[in-house]
């Protein structure tokens, strides 16, 4: 078993590029994977396969990643983008694991 | 584009066996390209792996949940299953089902079903 760690929370004003990291030894061999979560509602996958956006998705979000770290960008923030994300692998045992979560605050 | 339902009771008592069945609609379960997961959430926390299945049969469970948990599938019904033994108020969530893209990663999700466990 392995670890996903984020941070708990991110704030960000209107406008202006939020980064919300994801962090495990994992990472380097793995792809990570990013939800955004709004209230109520079921997780919705922003990005796959580290970088690659689903079709519908807005082009504001985008992947990256470096060594143990996957970054989740989101630029040009707007008040719709506030909810949690959260970051997730899975390595080819089929063992899927999520990080925490973290919550984006639009300020 | 496929479409997921949970169904299944929305009470279950402590040391019994919680029981949901995820219906899947606009595709076919028995596809290569899917295998199908189980995923939860208690209230106010993050996300939980719980397992997925391939519609042949092979099953991959989270290794904290494994003794307890069991999914099969019913190719026939288009469904499949998630059986949790032995439940406590720890496994109160609302459980989701969804489709997973080669194992690796959940493109569609369902709506989710709140199941508490409360005598």
């Known amino acids: 078993s392995y670890e996903l760690t984020q941070p708990p929370s991110v704030s960000v004003s209107p406008g202006r590029t939020a980064r919300i990291t994801c962090s495990g030894d994992?990472?380097?061999?793995?792809?990570g994977y990013w939800y955004q979560q709004k209230p109520g509602q079921a997780p919705v996958l922003v990005i796959y396969?580290?970088?690659e956006r689903p079709s519908g998705i807005p082009e504001r979000f985008s992947g990256s990643t470096s060594g143990t770290t996957v970054t989740l960008t989101i630029s040009g923030v707007q008040a719709e983008d506030e909810a949690d994300y959260y970051c997730?692998?899975?390595?080819?045992?089929?063992?899927?694991?999520f990080g925490g979560g973290t919550h984006l605050t639009v300020l | 584009q496929l479409q997921l339902q949970e169904s299944g009771p929305g009470l279950v008592k402590p040391s019994e066996t919680l029981s949901l069945t995820c219906a899947v609609s606009g595709g076919s379960i028995s596809t290569s390209s899917y295998y199908w997961g189980w995923i939860r959430q208690p209230p106010g926390k993050g996300l939980e792996w719980i397992g997925s299945i391939y519609y042949r049969g092979s099953t991959y469970y989270n290794p904290s949940l494994k003794s307890r948990v069991t999914i099969s599938v019913d190719t026939s019904k288009n469904q499949f299953s998630l059986k949790l033994s032995s439940v406590t108020a720890a496994d109160t969530a609302v459980y989701y089902c969804a489709s997973n893209s080669g194992n690796y990663y959940a493109d569609y999700w369902g709506q989710g079903t709140l199941v508490t466990v409360s005598s």
């Open positions: 994992a990472l380097p061999k793995q792809y």
């Open positions: 997730q692998s899975a390595d080819s045992s089929g063992e899927t694991v």
């Open positions: 396969r580290d970088s």
